[in-house]
């Protein structure tokens, strides 16, 4: 080790929180695909590889000149775009926020963008401080399909009755168990989640869902996406959310909603953590 390896691990340890906002269209997903120590993929790796959390480390580390790992508030799928994904990391080289945020933006894609940089404390944690998550789904509701925005957007050619979809989707308001509407693949140890928000609402051609909830299940907003749906067409009454609800089987809600028109909008903490409004309680 070497005098300035040696300064480095010495020196304490600064912890920062960041928003990042992002397209997910070029990633897969949220998560590191490569763990710290294992051998970096090759450059010719088959596009769509990267995620979001090994580009941002990587704009990082080179700001800071060291290595840094980040933890998120909420880690979002393949093709799943951040409003303003919160992170935290630790750093033993101290950079003003400024620094920060142009620094390693400026390594970063067109894609990503990190939005503000704030020194917390030692003990606030992007994943377990957060109270709240909110997202957003947005779809084009019209014949024919869109050329614009078409990344943001899932599509539904059929005429759907926001009102309808409003009205069935407050079924899932309170703590409940959400297993029909979770991913067989899904790794957390229970299906209890308590939605606090739910809303549909019709804009022009686009209808939109948002809603937020102390957590989120593996696939949940889109498994609930895509059963609202059938109830928009018509093809399902308005009770049928609250039967899948309480039947708890997944195989016979709704398919999966596209991830493109998904938009992870934001956690919200505590006033305490003194981050900005827009993550707020």
């Known amino acids: ?131 709240a998550r909110r997202y957003r789904y947005r779809i084009l509701n019209r014949p024919v399909r869109p050329a614009l925005q078409r990344q943001y957007l899932s599509w539904e050619r059929r005429p759907l009755d926001a009102e309808a979809m409003h009205r069935a989707a407050q079924a899932l308001l309170g703590e409940n168990d959400f297993s029909a509407f979770r991913t067989v693949h899904c790794q957390a140890p229970h299906a209890r989640r308590d939605l606090q928000h739910i809303a549909v609402r019709r804009d022009g051609d686009i209808v939109e869902m948002e809603v937020q909830a102390n957590a989120f299940l593996h696939h949940m907003v889109r498994n609930i996406v895509g059963s609202l749906l059938p109830v928009g067409r018509g093809d399902r009454p308005e009770g049928w959310i609250a039967e899948l609800l309480a039947g708890r089987d997944r195989t016979v809600a709704g398919p999966t909603a596209p991830s493109a028109g998904l938009v992870f909008v934001g956690p919200r903490y505590p006033a305490e953590c003194q981050l900005p409004a827009e993550v707020s309680l």
């Open 1 to 131: 080790m070497n005098d300035l390896d040696t300064a480095s691990a010495a020196a304490p340890l600064r912890r920062y929180a960041l928003g990042v906002e992002y397209d997910g269209s070029e990633f897969s997903g949220w998560q590191r695909l490569v763990r710290p120590g294992e051998p970096a993929r090759p450059e010719h790796a088959p596009r769509g590889e990267a995620t979001v959390q090994t580009t941002l480390e990587a704009a990082l580390s080179f700001v800071a000149g060291t290595g840094i790992e980040v933890v998120c508030a909420g880690r979002t799928d393949a093709g799943v775009h951040a409003s303003c994904q919160v992170v935290h990391f630790d750093s033993p080289v101290e950079r003003d926020p400024r620094g920060w945020t142009l620094g390693a933006t400026s390594r970063l894609p067109p894609s990503v963008c990190v939005r503000w940089c704030i020194p917390v404390a030692a003990d606030f944690h992007a994943r377990f401080s957060a109270r």
